[in-house]
């Protein structure tokens, strides 16, 4: 079955390798994606490993609570549909933008609001494309048992060859029949873990004789803890790069009406085996069928070796590589965007050759690749922090300053130097045991609220500049 997998994944890197002839091929898919193909990419590269690994661990071990990582799913489609989508494709479309921080220096007229962005791209994709691929390794090694440093190495050549050769349009394409095969396996292994429990209504029933909390409005996270998530994960993804540089590769922006279904029902489907396995783990341990889990990420292992059959355990690892795969694949190559196009002196809009794209491409897997080596807490640390700051320094500056004429240059590059700052200091000093955070309060969020304040903040005290940083064709988009 994993096999299988990888070969899949080389025969599509081998067809968009032979399609793949400018950097417009390579960075945006020559724009010729439609929109089922870009619903379901956007699915893959979104969800990642923590819906089949940390996901159910966190089930299991919070409850009903951890639901609020994802009941932002369907609000975030919406909002990214309604206030980016459209205008980042036009943006495209009318200055060629191909970059996420690309969009942003057009918005306000400025290289430095660019390069800023760039900067805040590159560090951010370093620390989850190295997390990724010591994710990946561990997958690789449970499938073929050759040791943790000889899989981290295999699969990060393999998704490296494709990322490389074909950039987005094998990268799109992949993630397509990785998406397909995520849904595929979460409705298999939900429909498993819902008949080994005897059934939901049991299950219930087992679980709130043993733990009534676990059911609780909030399980066992605070009010303030599952809020939190609910506010960073939902506003937050309106800044996550890896999905808003999809909407530069749509073929026909009229077809986005039907974009926040499609990725909607995309991620409630492949989101079932969040939900079932850490039910079905959680029935079985209250029930003594199993041991209390030392680890809760070992829920979904736990879970496949007791009650799942041989072939169904092969498809979700494979799922599992698929997923980390696609997220790999769309920050690899948005790194490489940022340090080709956006990063340099004189970025413009032509910048970048196809050659320069592929070499820089290589040149971030190979420095992340090295931190994938190094003990795991650094690679951690890199990781935790990227989220936060993508949603600080895109949210404010890309997200709200695309629909507001009153927001200025100045505020939008001190909001991102504030979710900058903020975001690397406060993770930290955690990581290093230097600060602690109230129960509940997370770095990500109090990043993503303080670069909110400074934005608004800073552009109305700087309103008067605003007409002056927004140029007459970038204000028709706005207004569509």
């Known amino acids: 079955m994993g096999l299988g997998y990888f070969i899949a994944c080389a025969g599509i890197a081998v067809w968009a390798t032979r399609r793949t002839r400018t950097a417009g091929d ?34 299991y071990r919070q409850g009903l609570g951890a639901v609020y990582l994802i ?19 036009l943006l495209g479309e009318i200055r060629g933008a191909v970059t996420i921080p690309e969009a942003v220096g057009i918005r306000y007229r400025s290289h430095g609001a660019r390069r800023l962005a760039g900067l805040a791209m590159v560090i951010a994709t370093v620390g989850y494309v190295a997390t990724n691929f010591l994710a990946l390794g561990l997958v690789v090694d449970a499938l073929f048992e050759v040791g943790r ?21 094998a990268g799109v394409y992949t993630d397509l029949f990785q998406g397909s095969l995520m849904a595929i396996a979460s409705i298999l292994v939900f429909a498993t873990a819902v008949s080994s429990g005897g059934g939901i209504a049991v299950m219930s029933t087992e679980i709130l004789a043993a733990d009534p909390g676990w059911f609780g409005p909030w399980g066992h996270f605070s009010p303030l803890a599952a809020l939190s998530f609910f506010f960073v994960l939902g506003v937050g993804a309106l800044g996550q790069p890896h999905l808003l540089h999809k909407f530069y590769m749509l073929r026909d922006p009229r077809q986005l009406r039907w974009y926040p279904m499609l990725m909607t029902v995309g991620l409630v489907v492949a989101l079932l085996l969040w939900v079932g396995v850490g039910l079905a783990t959680k029935t079985a341990v209250v029930t003594g069928a199993i041991a209390p889990l030392r680890n809760p990420d070992d829920a979904t292992a736990t879970f496949l070796l ?39 002196p004189r970025a413009s809009a032509g910048a970048g050759s196809l050659r ?6 290589l040149a971030v897997a190979v420095v992340a690749l090295g931190l994938a080596m190094v003990p795991g807490q650094v690679v951690v640390l890199l990781g935790v922090f990227g989220w936060g700051l993508f949603a600080s320094t895109f949210v404010p500056a890309l997200a709200f300053g695309l629909v507001w004429p009153g927001a200025t240059r100045v505020g939008a590059l001190a909001s991102m130097a504030v979710g900058i700052v903020l975001t690397l200091g406060l993770e930290s000093l955690m990581w290093a045991g230097k600060a602690s955070l109230p129960a509940g309060v997370t770095a990500a969020g109090i990043a993503l609220l303080a670069a909110l304040v400074t934005f608004f ?8 500049q605003a007409p002056g940083d927004l140029d007459a064709d970038v204000r028709l988009i706005m207004e569509r």
């Open 306 to 344: 007791r009650y799942a059959p041989h072939w169904l355990a092969g498809l979700v690892f494979a799922g599992v590589a698929a997923a980390i795969m696609s997220t790999v694949n769309a920050f690899l190559n948005l790194a490489a965007a940022a340090l080709t196009r956006d990063l340099p």
């Open 71 to 89: 009941l932002s799913a369907g609000i975030t489609s919406s909002l990214t549909a309604w206030v980016l989508a459209r205008r980042l494709r």
């Open 149 to 169: 440093p000889a899989a981290i190495l295999i699969g990060a050549a393999v998704v490296v060859a494709y990322s490389v050769s074909g950039g987005m349009l």
């Open 356 to 361: 320069s794209a592929r070499w820089a491409t």
């Open 26 to 59: 390579f960075f945006v898919a020559g724009r010729g994606i439609g929109i089922v193909t870009m619903a379901v990419a956007s699915m893959a590269s979104v969800l990642s490993a923590i819906a089949f690994i940390g996901g159910p661990g966190l089930m």
């Open 457 to 464: 903040g800073v552009s109305w005290t700087t309103r008067a």
